[in-house]
């Protein structure tokens, strides 16, 4: 088996026997079998737990319900948000994720399961754990089987079900509510001046602006460069400058991260500010920055409650808000989209802004993909298209328009196609990871290469030297930093400490230090390991240690970067927060956690932060909603099934200026740019009217 974990050789070829002829499948057999399966690790005891439990519920169960059931907590744990029945009967192999080589063991026990779906939907509906949707009456059963009657039936646990359902009803009702008369005249007016004149065939960010001014909700998607939060900002300003009463007008901003939450606000304000020169006197851009407010994490905006699922703010007290602005939507996943839609009042327009190719959350759901499917093809219906020409005078190309029926989202979605700023060899290679084209990106890391050598804007490094990545991340490469300039900030600490004025020298200090450190970071594809987060974040601390830049011994040090790990609404630190420990400015000197959101420093005891993680290294995941001037992606050989299309794009668009490959073996580059995430979900179905509840 592909993903052996801590089972040995003896153990691991007794269960391969086994499974090569195992024993009639029956409600025992195939509780031991997904045992077996947990125990190397293609199963989490939790998901064998559900498939035990089902048994306990229902003793007349029939295997493959159980079989379903365990699948299904698989699948979640995957993030996605139901199980595919037609996949689970016809390619198990591509629900669970198995290698070619591990097909005979699938095979020889799927051989003794119901080989028609119409025989697994029957046992199915014969457990009374499970509902049949909308047909049957909610009565709290666990698990729910929706479009049992069509080709692609999909099984959830209740709470996904509601979720989606929940998720749906919010986004056509908000998509289909009646607006206030607009002036278009008006508006046309005020989108000329928010927005110069452009040479391209159809300004988007312009088109952006004017059909969001059509209902209360709209998706704003493209990638780094694309100008997202340059839109939001003019969008502000136009709902700002159109609104019949806009001293009353309540904005909220918000995104899934502290420090994405940070660059939202900065990147709004400096674009008002800006902005500010075109208006003149006819609109007051500083007073809409000031009642803005600060950008908060979904977690602080909707109440989180420690060790619950509820949330202080939810359909029956909902938030005090007009317009609501999410940053880095892709991260936002389906659990907390249904909570911030509870939550948002009626009358609110809600404004998704994010990359639709880059990673999904870590958690069930990617609903930003969802949303996005006609993003790249526009498939804009007649109306649209005139009232973009009447409102924006910008006129939609052909091949963007949809003969009748055009789909409703694709009304409320805009893609942004032109990239202002992230361009050269970085953004050739993203362009290139993203259609999945492996020949083209290897190239584009050749050519680099071959021109500029060490000063490379890219690079490429796949002879699986770990010394070359350690040396990396402490000395960069050519133009490309490291953590030098971090180390060297780190030192002057003693002369801040002998300053005549120690408050203003430690601010400087403690920004120049934070400032350092995020102009590089390490990026992997998994935590455990050599070269994941764990192994590589050892090795940059013994390598400091060595050099006498930190302490030699405990936890707790000056220079320690930490990321968040749990959120902590009481302490006002949320999960992925980056946090540098350095020494305060109060007599003794003791560490203290410094976070840095803009300009605005805050500090938390090191006594205090219990569910925190050393940060040389992070996981691509929970670098979403951050940059760095050169970012290094390690790529590990054991990642399997982690490896795919999104975490290299993801990883390459978190670099500005420098970006680094390193990966343990050769293939593992291509074979990622060739396996694109897909994440099960019946969304798009809800919103079709597919699925009812």
Sequence with gaps: MIRKRSVDNATLDMFEAAWAQPAPLNVSTTLQLLR???????????????????????????????????????MEGRGHSCLPLADVVHAPHVVLGWEAQELPVLQ?????????????????????????????ADQAQPLVLAAADSAQPLLYLRRYWDYERVVAQHILERSQASQQTLNEADARQWLDTLFAPSAEACNWQKVACAMA???????????????????????????FATA???????????????????????????????????????????????????????????GARPGTRHWGFHAGRPLDVDVMIVDEASMVHLEMMSALLEALPAHARLVL???????????????????????????????????????????????????????????????????????GPIAALASA??????????????????????????????????????????????????????????QRWPEVQHSADLATAHGAWLREVIHAFDRFRLLCAVREGAWGVAGLNQAVVQALRAQGVIAQEGEWYAGRPVIVTRNDAALGVFNGDIGMTLPSAAPGHALRVYFL?????????????????????????????????????????????????????????????????????????????????????GLLRFLEGELHS
């Design 433 to 490: 990871v993203n259609a999945g084209d492996a020949e083209a990106s290897v190239q584009v890391l050749q050519d680099c290469m071959a021109q500029a050598g060490g000063h490379a804007a890219v690079a490429l490094r796949q002879d699986g030297r770990l010394p070359y990545v350690h040396a990396l991340a402490l000395q960069g490469r050519g133009d490309a930093p490291g953590y030098g300039a971090y180390v060297q900030a780190l």
């Design 108 to 136: 020889a026990v799927w051989a003794q399961l119901p080989t028609q779906l119409s025989d697994w939907l029957q046992a199915l509906l014969r457990s009374p754990l499970v509902r049949v949707a909308p047909q049957q």
């Design 353 to 423: 802004l994010g990359d639709k190719d880059q990673l999904a959350s870590v958690e069930a759901g990617a609903v930003l993909g969802d949303l996005c499917r006609d993003a790249q093809a526009g498939r804009y219906g007649a109306q649209t298209v005139d009232f973009v020409q009447r409102v924006a005078g910008e006129t939609i190309p052909a091949q963007y328009r949809q003969a009748p029926p055009a789909p409703a989202l694709a009304q409320h979605t805009v893609m942004l196609r032109a990239s202002r700023r992230f361009e």
């Design 36 to 74: 077996n399966w947990a125990d190397v690790g293609v199963l989490r005891r939790l998901d064998v737990a559900l498939a035990v439990w089902v048994h306990e519920q229902d003793a007349g169960v029939a295997p493959c319900v159980l079989m379903a059931a365990a699948l299904l907590a698989h």
């Design 213 to 239: 001014l059509r209902g209360r909700f709209s998706v704003i998607t493209g990638g780094p460069g694309t100008g997202k939060t340059y839109t939001a900002a003019r969008l502000l300003a136009l709902l």
């Design 244 to 302: 019949p009463d806009a001293d009353q007008l309540r904005v909220a901003l918000a995104a899934p991260t502290g420090k994405a939450a940070a660059r939202l606000k900065q990147s709004i304000e400096t674009a008002l500010a800006d902005l500010q020169k075109s208006v003149g006197e006819r609109l007051d851009l500083n007073a809409l920055v000031k009642r803005v407010g600060a950008a908060r994490t979904l977690h602080a905006l909707l």
């Design 597 to 681: 959101n803009g300009q605005e420093l805050r500090s938390v005891s090191v006594t205090r932060l219990a569910h925190v993680e050393t940060a040389f290294a992070m996981t691509v995941h929970k670098s979403q909603g951050s940059e760095f001037e050169h970012t290094a992606l390690v790529l590990a050989a054991q990642a399997g099934g982690v490896l795919g299309r999104e975490l290299v794009y993801t990883g390459i668009t978190r670099a500005r200026s420098h970006f680094t490959l390193m990966a343990e073996s050769p293939s593992l580059l291509t074979a990622a740019i060739a396996r694109p995430t897909r994440r099960a979900s």
